[in-house]
């Protein structure tokens, strides 16, 4: 089947033609994982649960209606699009619109809750990025379309979410669009200097951020032994520097193999901050242990290879580039907090996806969900190794 005549209106392959299908797994992963968010939540806080279990219905209703989009005709509205999540992003800046929590503005009032802008924002970024190197396919090669101009797309996203002081999502937003035009195919030689760019520019930030610079410095301080730290002039932390990591772990070391059970945990009882959202992992390893938070990782790299199982029989460079940018933010945001809530890297505020409370965070993996719900349904249309990734490897 032609790559250029694919038709994803066509009548769809004879069933039982892909007894294999790695996205209903990678759904059934995504429910799992969102009613052990549930059980966490109602354990820990429980005023919170009603809360949840509303914005996880809505995250299933942006899912449906992401489902059944026609990706390739919304590719008309690209631009339009691309404004509208720039000025999404930039009216969080906005005094009496842009609201502040914990140093960080990237929530806009709507009076009965806060949009968390950066999470719509990354959906729209990584669609638009996705198009305009599928656009320029031919043109990858080049400094100016290849490189510079989708090089603006990532630092247009990813400045005006560190105007709002976030910066472990603009690492995390740099960090897809950088992926995706190596995925691409731009150059190596203009790659490398935009990453260690990107890197310098993210330590320069947080070295003129007096508070995140301290964060840092008091991480390394807690993790590095006295042989390294005492050599690169770094200070042992004050207790209170690290307290939420050291209670973090308190709370995974008192859970052990089978935890405390369920409600019986005493890290929430005001010792552990933000057991409900960012720091649900060390609640639940409290409670749950080793039984709950292994199972918990496992599903996150299930939804991995299974997405790396989908991109296989992705029909053109756009739809891969599309799915693959959203198993980048699903997959990297849980690595990222994995790593926060165990001491592997500095503590940042970044929910896990479909555990953590927050109904913003939801509706993008409910948007993710969707896509590959939507590129699902499209490609099974397509004959066996048909798919844009095989072609490329034959």
């Avoid at 059944?68 to 590719?75: A, D, G, N, S, T």
């Avoid at 409910?366 to 939507?374: K, R």
């Amino acid at each position: 089947m032609s790559l250029d005549n694919f038709n994803p209106d066509a009548p769809a392959a004879p069933a039982g033609r892909h007894p294999f299908n790695p996205v209903s797994i990678i759904v059934l992963c995504a429910i799992a994982l969102s009613v052990i968010g549930l059980v966490a939540i109602l354990s820990t806080r429980s005023h919170h649960f009603n809360n949840q279990l509303i914005a996880l219905v809505a995250a299933l209703v942006a899912a449906a209606i992401v489902a059944f989009l026609p990706l390739e005709k919304c590719r008309r509205f690209v631009w339009p699009l691309a404004i509208a999540g720039l000025l999404l992003l930039a009216l969080t800046l906005i005094p009496g619109i842009g609201v502040e929590h914990n140093g960080a503005r990237r929530w806009i009032s709507l009076g009965f809750a806060e949009l968390q802008s950066s999470e719509i924002g990354k959906m729209i970024f990584v669609f638009v990025l996705a198009h305009y190197l599928a656009l320029n396919q031919a043109r990858l090669g080049g400094f100016l379309r290849g490189f510079l101009c989708p090089l603006g797309i990532i630092g247009a996203f990813a400045g005006l979410i560190a105007l709002g002081r976030d910066l472990g999502y603009t690492a995390l937003t740099a960090a897809v669009g950088l992926s995706l035009l190596f995925f691409a195919g731009a150059r190596l030689r203009y790659l490398i200097p935009a990453g260690l760019l990107a890197a310098v520019s993210l330590a320069a930030a947080v070295r003129l951020m007096p508070n995140r610079f301290h964060r840092i410095t008091s991480w390394l301080g807690f993790v590095l032994p006295d042989w390294l730290r005492e050599p690169l002039g770094i200070p042992a932390p004050m207790p209170d520097d690290v307290y939420q990591l050291k209670q973090s772990l308190a709370a995974f070391a008192s859970g052990g193999g089978t935890g405390a059970h369920l409600g019986q945990g005493r890290q929430k009882l005001s010792f552990l901050p933000e057991p409900h959202t960012d720091f649900i992992l060390a609640s639940l390893g409290e409670e749950g242990g080793l039984l709950f938070t292994l199972p918990v990782a496992l599903l996150f790299v299930v939804i991995f290879v299974c997405g790396l199982l989908h991109l296989r029989r992705a029909p053109n460079l756009f739809q891969w580039l599309l799915v693959c940018g959203s198993l980048l933010l699903l997959s990297l945001q849980a690595f990222v907090n994995f790593g926060a809530v165990t001491g592997i890297l500095p503590t940042k505020g970044m929910p896990l996806p479909f555990l953590s409370h927050g109904g913003s965070n939801l509706l993008l993996m409910g948007a993710i969900i969707g896509v590959l719900l939507n590129t699902r349904r499209a490609w099974s249309r397509l004959d066996p190794g048909a798919g844009f990734a095989r072609k490329l490897t034959e």
